[in-house]
């Protein structure tokens, strides 16, 4: 399975962007898919994830209320829509994909087996 991160830019304070993430394998039905994201010199870090059923999703503390994950109906891409943008939201944003992640880990990037690419988001103050 191969994912496919795109949508970022380079953006002033406070505007929006709307990150993808595409799968080769045609569609995400089964799998969690979360964004995780590193900024230069720092560990990677989790940002928001949904389960497997979908049922649930999750956000880190410091974009709740800003970012939403969403997909399409059939499940072929995910999207991340960032809004009120901040310079700390700068980092390289990663699409991640597993079929068998347990729900109490979707924070642990380790916990995934697919990763995309990335694509840079850089928030300018």
């Known amino acids: 399975v191969q994912l496919q991160a795109s949508g970022g830019g380079l953006v002033q304070a406070g505007a929006s962007l709307r990150l993808s993430c595409s799968t080769s394998?045609?569609?995400?039905?089964?799998?969690?898919v979360g964004w995780f994201r590193q900024a230069p010199g720092k560990e990677r870090e989790f940002v928001a994830a949904?389960?497997?059923?979908?049922?649930?999703?999750w956000y880190t503390d410091s974009v709740k209320g800003r970012f939403t994950m969403s997909s399409d109906s059939a499940k072929t891409t995910f999207y991340l829509q960032m809004n009120s943008l901040k310079p700390e939201d700068t980092a390289v944003y990663y699409c991640?994909?597993?079929?068998?992640?347990?729900?109490?880990?979707?924070?642990?990037?380790?916990?995934?087996?697919?990763w995309g690419q990335g694509t840079q988001v850089t928030v300018s103050s």
């Open positions: 949904v389960s497997r059923t979908a049922g649930a999703t």
């Open positions: 991640a994909a597993d079929r068998s992640l347990l729900t109490p880990l979707h924070y642990d990037g380790a916990q995934y087996d697919y």
């Open positions: 394998g045609g569609t995400f039905r089964g799998y969690a």
